[in-house]
């Protein structure tokens, strides 16, 4: 199944700044997905990455806040805008565990464990 | 996306089997059950998932009501290293998103 690298690991950053979360497949995969887990909470899905699309955003999920690049087959980045207290999550990836992702589910990255401060 | 119902934790003594049910009452003819767990500080991990009949691999079994309104998914030897968060998620076969529900929290005790 698909293996997922995803940077950070972990940051502390200030509030009102930018991070960027990247995310690297070692396959190419039609969809990337990007959920945030709060703390002590489960995971909610942010919005569903295609290649040469935007981004399909949840309720409750803007672009301007959590804009998503997806320049090809095997990468994507989600970048937390503007960041206050309350965007201190973990924020993971996740993408199809074979092309037959239909019936075999996903993979899930490790996840980057985001404070602001 | 069919809600489902998990209790919030359950324990489990090592080298037993541990049972955590799901109730699934509103899921739909080409849904499947898919279970994942979350042990803490890493992502979800898929275990095993079902559309009718009973499943088994080398991690769990899945068994399925014959209604299919609820589902059961089973650590048949659980181990200190199975504490962890389990999640039952229904999911349509044309659906593309997997929606978290609560879970339920087992820990696993010597």
């Known amino acids: 199944s698909a293996v997922i690298s995803q940077k950070p690991s972990r940051d502390i950053c200030q509030r009102g700044t930018s991070l960027t979360i990247q995310c690297q497949v070692d396959?190419?995969?039609?969809?990337m997905f990007w959920y945030r887990q709060q703390p002590g909470q489960s995971l909610t899905l942010i919005a569903t990455?295609?290649?040469?699309?935007?981004?399909?955003?949840e309720s409750g999920f803007v672009i301007d806040k959590f804009p998503i690049s997806r320049p090809n087959l095997t990468f994507s980045t989600l970048t937390v805008s503007n960041m206050s207290p309350e965007d201190s999550s973990i924020y993971l990836c996740?993408?199809?565990?074979?092309?037959?992702?239909?019936?075999?589910?996903?993979?899930f990255g490790s996840g980057t464990r985001l404070t602001v401060v | 996306d069919a809600k489902t119902t998990q209790p919030p934790s359950m324990d489990c003594a090592e080298g037993r089997a541990a049972n955590l049910p799901c109730n699934h009452s509103?899921?739909?003819?080409?849904?499947?059950v898919y279970w994942y767990r979350q042990i803490h500080s890493q992502g979800p991990q898929y275990i095993i998932h079902?559309?009718?009949n009973n499943e088994t691999n080398e991690m769990a079994s899945l068994i399925i009501t014959e209604d299919r309104k609820s589902s059961t998914l089973i650590l048949p030897h659980a181990t200190l290293r199975d504490t962890a968060v389990y999640y039952c998620?229904?999911?349509?076969?044309?659906?593309?998103?997997?929606?978290f529900g609560t879970g339920t929290r087992l820990q696993v005790f010597p």
């Open positions: 509103t899921i739909s003819g080409n849904e499947y």
């Open positions: 998620i229904v999911r349509g076969r044309n659906t593309d998103k997997l929606i």
């Open positions: 990455a295609n290649q040469g699309s935007e981004a399909t955003y």
């Open positions: 079902g559309l009718k």
């Open positions: 396959s190419q995969v039609t969809m």
């Open positions: 996740s993408v199809e565990r074979s092309p037959a992702a239909e019936v075999f589910g996903y993979t």
